[in-house]
């Protein structure tokens, strides 16, 4: 079965960075997207950024020029959050999708922005 694995998350100060990284470590099919999500108390899951076949990139207006999506491999995902601001904090999940097929999310990873 596949299994994201994520990894990275933490307590961090505003104006500081982290990685988070997620690995697919059970795939069997071909990966269309990957993404990750965000959800923070009282609030919706919003998409944070994702990252197709084809490399082509899209983020939410809120994390434009701070954080970068990644991937070198079809495996595995990478969300490189610099300048993070209190509003960042939340549960990151990854996500990665076959179109029509099937998706599957990570456990979450919690990323606290606080001084």
């Known amino acids: 079965q596949v299994q994201l694995v994520e990894s990275g998350g933490g307590l961090v100060q505003p104006g500081g960075s982290l990685r988070l990284s997620c690995v697919n470590s059970?795939?069997?099919?071909?990966?269309?997207?990957m993404g990750w999500y965000r959800q923070a108390p009282g609030k919706q899951r919003e998409l944070v950024a994702v990252?197709?076949?084809?490399?082509?990139t899209n983020y939410a207006d809120s994390v434009k020029g701070r954080f970068t999506i990644s991937t070198n491999a079809k495996n595995t995902v990478y969300l490189q959050m610099n300048s993070l601001k209190p509003e960042d904090t939340a549960v990151y999940y990854c996500?990665?999708?076959?179109?029509?097929?099937?998706?599957?999310w990570g456990q979450g990873t919690q990323v606290t922005v606080s001084s």
């Open positions: 996500h990665m999708a076959t179109y029509g097929v099937d998706d599957y």
């Open positions: 059970g795939s069997i099919f071909s990966v269309d997207v």
């Open positions: 990252i197709d076949s084809g490399m082509t």
